[in-house]
Nanobody, 125 residues
Framework: VQLQASGGGLVQTGDSLRLSCAAS????????MGWFRQAPGKEREIVSS????????YYTDSVKGRFTVSRDDAKNTGYLQMNSLKPEDTAVYYC???????????????????WGQGTQVTVSS
């Protein structure tokens, strides 16, 4: 499966963005999905994760209440809605998916087998 992340951009503090992750060459419903980010000089970190059936989600503490992860398997696309953006949200955002017989949220990057190319999100103060 190939992943194409899009929707990043340059915004101001308090603005919103919706990132999309379009899958091709595979059926997204078979995969759990995660969103990661990497800021300059920092390690890649998990932002959010969603189970295959969409019933389970995870958010890192810094984005709880501001970000919402979702998926539309009919469109083979996952989303990360980001509201009330802050300068500390500035990073390259990556979507990733993985396969497993067990459907629960995954937090480690090593759990994910397929990665998108990343989309830059820059939040100015």
């Amino acid at each position: 499966v190939q992943l194409q992340a899009s929707g990043g951009g340059l915004v101001q503090t308090g603005d919103s963005l919706r990132l999309s992750c379009a899958a091709s060459g595979g059926t997204l419903s078979r995969y759990f999905m995660g969103w990661f980010r990497q800021a300059p000089g920092k390690e890649r970190e998990i932002v959010s994760s969603i189970t295959k059936n969409g019933g389970g989600t995870y958010y890192t503490d810094s984005v709880k209440g501001r970000f919402t992860v979702s998926r539309d398997d009919a469109k083979n696309t996952g989303y990360l809605q980001m509201n009330s953006l802050k300068p500390e949200d500035t990073a390259v955002y990556y979507c990733a998916v993985g396969l497993s017989s067990f459907d629960y949220v995954r937090l480690r990057s090593t759990d994910y087998s397929y990665w998108g190319q990343g989309t830059q999100v820059t939040v100015s103060s």
